[in-house]
DNA sequence: TGAACATATGAACATCTGTTCATATGTATT
DNA sequence: AATACATATGAACAGATGTTCATATGTTCA
């Protein structure tokens, strides 16, 4: 395989990866794999609470990783593309070996 | 695509992309990709202190992304496996886009 | 053995990060 | 409009992280 890219992709790729390397955030998009949840739904199947969830839905958000919508009082969030879950299941497949 | 795995998997691959979210690891890294380089080498190239990229290299290491040999008084540093290279790329692709 | 070189290591420090708490915003219902 | 509910946000705090400095370790060669 043949890599070539300059420094300043490695620096995002560098706040890429960040976003997956918190037991929080990446639990968070893992359950996003299945299908999109509320932020409640999310903060209670993680046992933490709802502001955590929130504030880490929005790190996720600003680096294009999740989207949401809103319906009613409720908000859905669910993975931004196929990107995500790849990265995440590349990162399963390393550390099951 | 399929994933399941439990909340321990989760931590781990957390820990895993850690690794490469930091900007000094990442690029330390990508230098490896090419061939090993000793730790001077590639704190020229880094252009940052031995010390610092001594530290770096250490956690990598630990997280057995890289080995070394040594040489003399040189220590070279080559990447663990293809697995390394195949998750930065996989950042670098996500990035250019 | 002593000097020179390459790397590793521990302590100290500043900065960054994640969580909590309190509260604000936005929506639905009465 | 008032209340209840879901989510977002800012401030504060504790703990984690990355770099630097000083120095230790390990190797080579004279």
């Known amino acids: ?22 037991s929080t955030r990446i639990r968070i998009l893992y359950l996003l794999i299945d299908k999109e949840r509320s932020v409640s739904e999310i903060a209670e199947l993680l046992n933490m609470n709802q502001s955590a969830i929130s504030h880490q839905l929005r790190l996720l958000k600003n680096s294009k990783l999740v989207r949401n919508r809103r319906e009613g009082k409720t908000i859905y969030y669910s993975l931004a593309d196929d990107h995500v879950l790849n990265i995440i299941s590349q990162g399963i497949e390393h550390v099951n070996e």
């Open 1 to 22: 395989m043949k890599i070539n890219c300059d420094e300043n992709t490695l620096y995002d790729v560098a706040e890429l990866f960040k976003n997956f390397s918190d």
